[in-house]
């Protein structure tokens, strides 16, 4: 396996990107509407926009995604970051592609002075929850939600 690269999207990326980001809204088995696709993806290049995006790159194919939002705490003066959406190919799971890119979102979200990185996943989600406890702590809140 050659080495996999893990950078920022750019507008040249969509291509790339799309695909990953319809898979993501398969595997959890929703729809959007394509101008919430398209507002999502704007937003990533829109430097006022708290939202970023990066990809992973093997052989000159991307091999996942992962989404991120900063945003402000009352529990902290720094901002905290969201890691929203996170997505590597079938046949890349297992073999460090989303570790790195959750390494990435670390990383960045340390340079850019954020206090902490959180994100939810299914409970169904048996594979990254496997990775996600090796490399983060489960704080054993419960969400709750009501669509408006």
């Known amino acids: 396996m050659s080495d996999v690269q893990i950078r920022a999207v750019t507008a ?3 291509a790339a990107w799309l695909p990953l980001w319809k898979a993501y809204l398969t595997f959890y088995k929703t729809e959007l509407p394509d101008a919430v696709t398209e507002s999502t ?3 990533f290049l829109d430097s006022n926009e ?18 991120f939002i900063y945003h402000r705490s009352n529990w902290s003066i720094n901002w905290s970051c969201y890691l929203q959406d996170l997505l590597v190919t079938p046949d890349q799971r297992g073999t460090g592609v989303g570790r790195k890119l959750i390494e990435h979102v670390y990383a ?11 994100w939810l996943t299914h409970e169904t989600n048996t594979t990254a929850i496997q990775l996600y406890d090796r490399i983060a702590e489960r704080p054993g809140f419960i969400q709750f939600r009501k669509p408006l």
Not at 57 to 67: I, L
Not at 108 to 118: L, N, Q, R, S, Y
């Open 41 to 43: 993806w704007k937003r």
């Open 12 to 14: 040249d990326d969509h």
């Open 108 to 118: 960045t979200a340390k340079k850019d002075g954020a206090d902490k990185v959180h």
């Open 50 to 67: 708290p939202t970023n995006a990066a990809l992973a790159w093997q052989d000159g194919k991307a091999v996942g995604m992962v989404h």
